[in-house]
């Protein structure tokens, strides 16, 4: 299934990749399949805007090191571990003139539709699940209810965005 959603190619990078870069990698592609962002969201990216070439709507997906918890969990058979990996889901969009958040929360919104998208489809019958088309790799994905901020709320952005909590909790070998 993972081949026919993503192509050979990112089918035969996920065999060499760490889990946690796999795992980012689905869900940063299915964000952009399911939110109509293709092209606008990316991962680990915390300088970006017109300087660098960047139009909005963009989306970063980073790693919230803020919260972040240090003891690796193990599977029941003592081989694998259990990570439990906080994101912080960071998006920004135009201003309206008149009610400058409302595009943010709009996409803030587009986001979590997609994340629950993910979660919908990958419960399949019998209990078992294939999040993120990953099999049983990925356990579950959180997401927190957000927050929206104007423009220069914190001097670090010139138009509207919203952050977005999220946790993502898989089995690495």
């Known amino acids: 299934m993972i081949a026919r959603i993503y192509g050979e190619a990112y089918h035969e990078a996920k065999m060499s990749e760490p889990t946690r870069l796999t795992v980012l990698k ?10 109509g962002l293709e092209g606008c969201v990316f991962r680990g990216r915390d300088w970006f805007g017109p300087n660098n070439g960047d139009t909005v709507p963009f989306i970063t997906i980073m790693e ?5 918890n240090q ?8 081989r694998a571990r259990v990570i439990d990996l906080p994101l912080v889901i960071i998006g920004f969009d135009e201003e309206d003139s008149d009610n400058p958040t409302d595009p943010a929360t709009r996409l803030m ?6 994340i629950r998208g993910v979660l919908k489809d990958g419960r399949l019958p019998e209990g078992e699940s294939d999040i993120l088309g ?6 579950r994905i959180q997401i927190g209810g957000g927050t929206v901020y104007p423009a220069n709320v914190d001097l670090s952005s010139t138009v509207a965005f919203f952050s977005l909590r999220a946790s993502i909790r898989f089995v690495e070998d």
Do not use: C, F, K, N
């Open 71 to 78: 003891d690796p969990l193990q599977s029941q058979d003592g």
């Open 64 to 68: 919230d090191y803020e919260m972040r």
């Open 109 to 114: 919104y587009r986001v979590m539709d997609a």
């Open 26 to 35: 689905a869900l940063t592609s299915e964000i952009e399949r399911r939110a």
């Open 134 to 139: 990953l099999g049983r790799t990925v356990d």
